[in-house]
């Protein structure tokens, strides 16, 4: 199955109202980062476990280890969770960025280094939102 049949399905397995916000979502950072690479992670490990919950990726990057492999992944992701939705920002190397620049602007949401995690659209400013996407896929050097 292709990766956006595979995003397709998940957000249509999702209940009506996260999956009304997931949809608008994904279309909002598609149009903010049209000829993005797209990734589906399942939530699964190598021996087909469960492990997390599965991922909407948007754009790449190079993550990089304490030990110096790197290993190239998505820089915005989405994901359902048990209480609503977290909006995941990579590759910022500064923890107190999101936070300081969304936290308090954002609404109704938990702000971290690099989640910003939600109930429902409703609840926050979605331009902020976006501005915290569109900063996040910015590359950094």
């Given at each position: 199955?292709s990766?956006?049949h595979?995003?397709?399905?998940?957000?249509?397995?999702?209940?009506?109202?996260?999956?009304?916000?997931?949809?608008?979502?994904?279309?909002?950072i598609?149009?903010n980062?049209?000829?993005?690479?797209?990734?589906?992670?399942?939530?699964?490990?190598?021996q087909?476990?469960?492990?997390?919950?599965?991922?909407?990726?948007?754009g790449?990057?190079?993550m990089?280890?304490?030990?110096?492999?790197t290993?190239?992944?998505?820089?915005?992701?989405?994901s359902?969770?048990?209480?609503?939705?977290?909006?995941?920002?990579?590759?910022?190397?500064?923890?107190?960025?999101?936070?300081?620049?969304y936290?308090?602007?954002?609404?109704?949401?938990?702000?971290?280094?690099?989640?910003?995690?939600?109930?429902?659209?409703?609840?926050?400013?979605?331009?902020?939102?976006?501005?915290?996407?569109?900063?996040?896929?910015?590359?950094?050097f």
């Amino acid at each position: 199955m292709s990766i956006p049949h595979e995003i397709e399905n998940y957000i249509k397995l999702q209940p009506e109202s996260k999956r009304n916000d997931m949809l608008e979502l994904h279309e909002r950072i598609l149009q903010n980062l049209p000829s993005c690479k797209l990734w589906f992670l399942d939530g699964k490990n190598e021996q087909g476990k469960l492990v997390s919950n599965p991922n909407i990726g948007y754009g790449s990057y190079l993550m990089k280890y304490a030990d110096g492999t790197t290993k190239e992944f998505y820089r915005i992701g989405i994901s359902a969770n048990t209480t609503g939705i977290s909006v995941y920002i990579m590759g910022i190397d500064d923890k107190n960025h999101l936070p300081q620049m969304y936290g308090k602007r954002i609404g109704k949401a938990t702000v971290t280094g690099y989640c910003i995690k939600f109930k429902a659209l409703k609840d926050i400013n979605r331009d902020v939102l976006e501005q915290a996407i569109k900063d996040g896929a910015k590359p950094r050097f």
